[in-house]
T-cell receptor, first 115, second 113 residues
Framework: AQKITQTQPGMFVQEKEAVTLDCTYD???????LFWYKQPSSGEMIFLIY??????QNATEGRYSLNFQKARKSANLVISASQLGDSAMYFC????????????FGKGTMLLVSP | ETGVTQSPTHLIKTRGQQVTLRCSSQ?????VSWYQQALGQGPQFIFQ???????GRGNFPPRFSGLQFPNYSSELNVNALELDDSALYLC????????????FGPGTRLLVL
């Protein structure tokens, strides 16, 4: 079973609109972390936002917010006021592990922002 | 800019050859994780080094090996290259065995012919 599921292969949004990228996860751990990374065509993974499993408030970082619904095991990324530079692949990832922690990534969602 | 650097940026090898990829971690970080990202996929964990020792390994064969140096920079070595090894190789720098946020370098694109 996949640990991270991103069901949207591609999303289109107009500049200045908000967009939500979906992510569901599967874990039996009580302590875990959820991340979103942006990957432009250059290849570098850029960290956007983090949500810990025990955090009660949804994480926010500028135009990015994470809609964390623990009971549903979902961690959707919301980008407000999209910009042309937001066009990229977006990956949801989960950190698990005791002793050492690694990231498990979903397959990603390609976001295209049009003028 | 994360401060994580990787070299080379691109590499072309032939099947059966060996390759070494390098990564310099961010200042203050003692953990380096390596990931392989095939075209159209998310990155997959290869292994992690913490304070110069392998600290965890994903589902990759032994011909994938690594090193971490006293300054916490790291190398990924791949022996007996196969066509399926063609991918983007990413290293990520973090503190304390990956328990904190991992910051990625720009990656090395490897093409095996």
């Amino acid at each position: 079973a996949q640990k991270i599921t991103q069901t949207q292969p591609g999303m289109f949004v107009q500049e200045k609109e908000a967009v939500t990228l979906d992510c569901t996860y599967d874990t039996s751990d009580q302590s875990y972390g959820l991340f979103w990374y942006k990957q432009p065509s250059s290849g570098e993974m850029i960290f956007l936002i983090y949500q810990g499993s025990y955090d009660e408030q949804n994480a926010t970082e500028g135009r990015y917010s994470l809609n964390f619904q623990k009971a549903r095991k979902s961690a959707n990324l919301v980008i407000s006021a999209s910009q042309l530079g937001d066009s990229a692949m977006y990956f949801c990832a989960m950190r698990e592990g005791v002793g050492y922690s690694t990231l498990t990534f979903g397959k990603g969602t390609m976001l295209l922002v049009s003028p | 800019e994360t401060g994580v650097t990787q070299s080379p940026t691109h590499l072309i090898k032939t099947r059966g050859q060996q390759v070494t990829l390098r990564c310099s971690s961010q200042s203050g970080h003692n953990t380096v994780s390596w990931y392989q990202q095939a075209l159209g996929q998310g990155p997959q964990f290869i292994f992690q080094y913490y304070r110069e020792e392998e600290n965890g390994r994903g589902n990759f064969p032994p011909r994938f090996s690594g090193l971490q140096f006293p300054n916490y920079s790291s190398e990924l070595n791949v022996n007996a290259l196969e066509l399926d090894d063609s991918a983007l190789y990413l290293c990520a720098s973090s503190s304390y065995r990956g328990q904190e946020t991992q910051y990625f370098g720009p990656g090395t694109r490897l093409l095996v012919l």
